[in-house]
Structures are given as structure tokens and as C-alpha cells.
């Protein structure tokens, strides 16, 4: 089984080459199962329902979040429409949505989503790692691919939890810094890692927004509205191969696409 995950999509950018290059990396790939992280595309922070419908449109099949989850409160009615969309699963209970999604592939495989935020240099939100654990023992016995986004700033959280279950789920994915790290591996006990995936977005700016207010409020330490980039348009990924009888993870892959 080959599964995709995108990482974290910025803005209108990020969205157009989701849009036109997606459904040619699908078919090129013969991939199975599309995941992306869209937490921040609606103008770089926050996602609407109508962005949620257009990305669900272009052959992802389930939408991961984060700490940006609630920047458009519209979203907070929008989530029981639409169990796709997902936010951290270790928001206090009551929190609207859900933060893991079960389906199954095309060709019948079933598969579980789960998205996870750190608390390191983060907001403190309840347990990861208790919560992690919590929600993979609930799924059903049948389900073994089990992808994890680990939606963090700190490298170590992100590979305390990746060496945490190792060998409990397929793959723990790191997104949030919206920098592709170069250590993707399977861990010795099948579980696919990397630090961060990466930002599908304008890479021409820093993380996704224009350089010039992020320089200038790291000069005078003052409030600025920053804005989405425009230039070296890209798409960083992972692609992972995965025994779907087992869950083990067979190789993670580290893509990267440019829009011409």
C-alpha cells in the first residue's frame, strides 16, 4: 500500500499546486491513500469549509490540523459535517471535531488517521503521548495501517513519539516548522519517521509568509501582520510503503515538486 502525506499546505499557493500537480503525483505514484496537513490554508492561517471541500476535491483524502486549527471560528459548526477534517486529538474533551478518522482505501483497506499536537514551546494541551496510545487502543483489531501526525515544534517531542510507538502504528510524521528534514527511516520495529514532512506553499518567503514583516518584527519585537509569499511555489511530501497485512512500514520517501 502507498500512502501520500502532504505537508502543511500555506495559503493560496499551496493550494493551486495541490491543485494542479495532485492528481499527476496520484496516478505517476500509483498511491493509494492522500493525507495533507491544511491548517494553514486559508491565507496561511486557518482553513474554511469551503477550502476543506476544494482540497477533499483534488484527491486528498483526509485533512490533518494543528495549533492553527481555530483561527477561523466558522470551522468550529463546520466540523460534525465533515469527519475528514481533522484536529489534535489532545484538545481538552468538548473540543469540536474529532481527532482521528477510519476509513477504508478503494481497494478495501482500512486505515486510521490520528493527529496529535506537541506541548513543547506550544500551548499545553492534555497528554500526547497518553493520548496517542489511548486513541490507537480503541481501534478496531482490523485496522492496521495507522498514520500518526505529530504536529510539534520540538525535534525531540516529535522523536520521543516516533521511537513511542514504534511498532504500534505505520508511520508518525512530524509537521508544524514547515522545514523538510533529511531524517526519514523505518525504526527498527516498522514504523515510518520523519521530523518534518515539510510546507506546500511559496518558498520564497520565510515558512510560508512574506520576509519582510517577519524580519522586521524580529528587529523590533512589534506587533505586524504578515502575509502569505508568492514565489518558488512547492510541494513537500512523504510517500511510504506499507505492508497493509502487517501496518509495518516497508520505506518513507522524501518528495519534493515545484510548480513551473
Same mark, same amino acid.
Request: hydrophobic share 40%; glycine share 10%.
Given at each position: 500500500?502507498?500512502?501520500?502525506?502532504?505537508?502543511?499546505?500555506?495559503? #493560496?499557493?499551496?493550494?493551486?499546486?495541490?491543485? *494542479?500537480?495532485?492528481?499527476?503525483?496520484?496516478?505517476?505514484?500509483?498511491?493509494?491513500?492522500?493525507?495533507?496537513?491544511? *491548517?494553514?490554508?486559508?491565507?496561511?492561517?486557518?482553513?474554511?469549509?469551503?477550502?476543506?471541500?476544494?482540497?477533499l476535491a483534488t484527491?486528498?483524502?483526509?485533512?490533518?490540523?494543528?495549533?492553527?486549527?481555530?483561527?477561523?471560528?466558522?470551522?468550529?459548526?463546520?466540523?460534525?459535517? *465533515?469527519?475528514?477534517l481533522l484536529r489534535?486529538?489532545?484538545?481538552?474533551?468538548?473540543?469540536?471535531?474529532?481527532?482521528?478518522?477510519?476509513?477504508?482505501?478503494?481497494?478495501?483497506?482500512?486505515?486510521?488517521?490520528?493527529?496529535?499536537?506537541?506541548?513543547?514551546?506550544?500551548?499545553?494541551?492534555?497528554?500526547?503521548?497518553?493520548?496517542?496510545?489511548?486513541?490507537?487502543?480503541? /481501534?478496531?483489531?482490523?485496522?492496521?495501517?495507522?498514520?500518526?501526525?505529530?504536529?510539534?515544534?520540538?525535534?525531540?517531542?516529535? /522523536?520521543?513519539?516516533?521511537?513511542?510507538?514504534?511498532?504500534?502504528?505505520?508511520?508518525?510524521?512530524?509537521?508544524?516548522?514547515?522545514?523538510?528534514?533529511?531524517?526519514?527511516?523505518?525504526?527498527?520495529?516498522?514504523?515510518?519517521?520523519?521530523?518534518?514532512?515539510?510546507?506546500?506553499?511559496?518558498?520564497?518567503?520565510?515558512?510560508?509568509? *512574506?520576509?519582510?514583516?517577519?524580519?522586521?518584527?524580529?528587529?523590533?519585537?512589534?506587533?505586524?501582520?504578515?502575509?502569505?509569499?508568492?514565489?518558488?511555489?512547492?510541494?513537500?511530501?512523504?510517500?511510504?510503503?506499507?505492508?497493509? #497485512?502487517?501496518?509495518?512500514?516497508?520505506?518513507?520517501?522524501?518528495?519534493?515538486?515545484?510548480?513551473?
Open positions: 500500500m502507498r500512502v501520500l502525506f502532504i505537508g502543511d499546505i500555506v495559503g #493560496s499557493p499551496g493550494r493551486r499546486i495541490v491543485r *494542479e500537480r495532485l492528481a499527476d503525483i496520484l496516478a505517476q505514484r500509483q498511491v493509494d491513500l492522500c493525507i495533507a496537513n491544511g *491548517e494553514n490554508s486559508a491565507s496561511g492561517f486557518g482553513i474554511t469549509a469551503r477550502i476543506t471541500q476544494e482540497l484527491g486528498i483524502e483526509v485533512l490533518s490540523g494543528g495549533n492553527h486549527i481555530w483561527d477561523r471560528r466558522e470551522i468550529m459548526e463546520y466540523f460534525p459535517h *465533515e469527519p475528514r489534535p486529538a489532545n484538545f481538552p474533551a468538548g473540543s469540536p471535531g474529532s481527532g482521528v478518522y477510519v476509513g477504508t482505501t478503494k481497494t478495501g483497506v482500512k486505515y486510521a488517521v490520528i493527529n496529535i499536537q506537541g506541548r513543547t514551546f506550544m500551548i499545553p494541551i492534555d497528554d500526547p503521548f497518553r493520548t496517542a496510545e489511548a486513541e490507537i487502543a480503541k /481501534l478496531p483489531p482490523d485496522v492496521k495501517v495507522i498514520i500518526v501526525d505529530m504536529h510539534a515544534e520540538a525535534t525531540s517531542e516529535k /522523536l520521543a513519539m516516533g521511537w513511542n510507538l514504534d511498532g504500534k502504528v505505520s508511520a508518525v510524521l512530524g509537521t508544524h516548522t514547515h522545514v523538510q528534514t533529511a531524517d526519514n527511516r523505518v525504526l527498527p520495529n516498522g514504523t515510518a519517521y520523519i521530523t518534518d514532512v515539510g510546507m506546500t506553499g511559496p518558498h520564497d518567503g520565510i515558512i510560508g509568509m *512574506e520576509r519582510g514583516p517577519i524580519i522586521q518584527r524580529f528587529h523590533d519585537a512589534l506587533p505586524i501582520r504578515f502575509t502569505v509569499a508568492e514565489g518558488d511555489i512547492q510541494m513537500n511530501a512523504v510517500l511510504l510503503d506499507i505492508d497493509e #497485512s502487517t501496518g509495518r512500514a516497508r520505506s518513507i520517501e522524501r518528495l519534493n515538486y515545484r510548480l513551473d
